[in-house]
């Protein structure tokens, strides 16, 4: 399974690795309040496009974190499927809130993926931007999709976009518009524009749009809209030197690492069951991982 490109990761791993080969958080400057805002926002702004990598729990945020990425994101389907319940329906506000709590003082800038807002409310929805603010979270993802094929209407997602926005000004808004994630008559450049310039007037600090691999559909999304593109990486369909010509700004793995450590932790334990040799390196060591634990 691909994933990240290794020679980004290979490079912050060096920076990162002391001489025991053991993990140590990232040493940029993670003050609190409106300056870690203004460092997520700089990031969309960078040389590079921001690669974030997406988390589930405590162990993997952490990880990544020492790892030397700035900043981590979440996955929603890796946070649901971790506690047994499926993602997309509104229902882990309570784990998301919860996860939010752990990892918001890690040593890195923390985006939470909330689904649609947990809710239609525009009350329940600002609540859950305030508490991750309160939390240490820079940023929240909210999408426009929902569980059962449709794309919730363009008005009351701004709505709720703006009622985030008015609760927590500092906070960056990423709005993710599920036109291409859906696919069908709702997957061209025109309903996605037209979404992501309602949701950008509504105050919506970036727009993503998972699901758009095509190169030509992705530099008109950039130059149509503006505000930072994020999309999401799409193994063996997409690169980050290409998607950065393209002028994409920041690129998202989902649940691509969730899902690749469910297949290498299957993979090992069929292994082992077979009797074949279960390859070890690269994985941490057990002080590497008790040291990423608050003491």
Known sequence: MSGPDPRIIAARSRRSVGARGALRPYAGAMNDGSSRTEAFRALHHAAEPLLLPNAWDFASAAALAAAGFPAVGTT????????????????????????ADRIGALPCLVTVDIEGGFSDRVEDVADVAARLSAAGVVGVNIE???????????????????????????????ARTDTYWLGGEHAAIAPTVDRATAYVAAGADGVFAPGVVDGAAVEALVGDIPVPLNVLFTPGRQRLPELAELGVRRVSTGSLLFRAALGSAVAAAAALAQGRPVTTGGIPSYDDIQALTPG
């Open 76 to 99: 929603s389907l890796g946070v649901a499927a971790a506690c047994g319940k499926p993602d997309g329906v509104g229902a882990t506000r309570g784990e998301t809130l919860a996860l």
């Open 144 to 174: 426009d999709g929902r569980a059962d094929g449709s794309l919730r209407p363009t008005d009351l997602h701004g709505e709720l976009i703006a009622a985030i926005k008015q609760r927590v000004p500092d906070l960056f808004v990423n």
